[in-house]
């Protein structure tokens, strides 16, 4: 049995490791970086899915969406956790400011 074809292999490789560093950089709540990675990952997926796969690739191209979609179910939970914190945080300003103009209104 053949493994995947050379360049379809490093091109799921590289979806992959992208996916990956998406991850690392939600967790650091680098949100600017993950949107710049998506990008790049956009254009590698096109690239993956040009041709049609040969029948031998198709169970290795399979756990490969398998493994991307996990990271991108992670990534999406972070994202998720982090627009609530910041709603939270938002929240928490506005009735701060609220406070504070109903202390100067009644001084």
């Not at 967790?27 to 254009?43: H, M, P, T």
């Not at 982090?82 to 938002?90: A, R, V």
Request: overall charge negative.
């Amino acid at each position: 049995m053949r493994v995947f074809q050379q360049p379809v292999k490093a091109l799921f490789e590289t979806f992959i490791d992208l996916s990956k560093d998406m991850l690392r950089h939600a967790l650091d709540g680098e949100w600017e970086k993950v949107s710049a990675i998506e990008v790049k990952r956009q254009a590698v997926m096109q690239q993956c899915f040009a041709e049609p796969a040969i029948a031998e690739d198709r169970e290795k191209i399979a756990a490969a969406i398998h493994e991307v979609l996990q990271l991108n179910q992670k990534i999406s939970d972070l994202g998720e956790q982090s627009q609530q914190s910041l709603i939270n945080s938002l929240q928490t300003h506005k009735q701060s400011k609220q406070a504070c103009q109903a202390y100067l209104d009644n001084s």
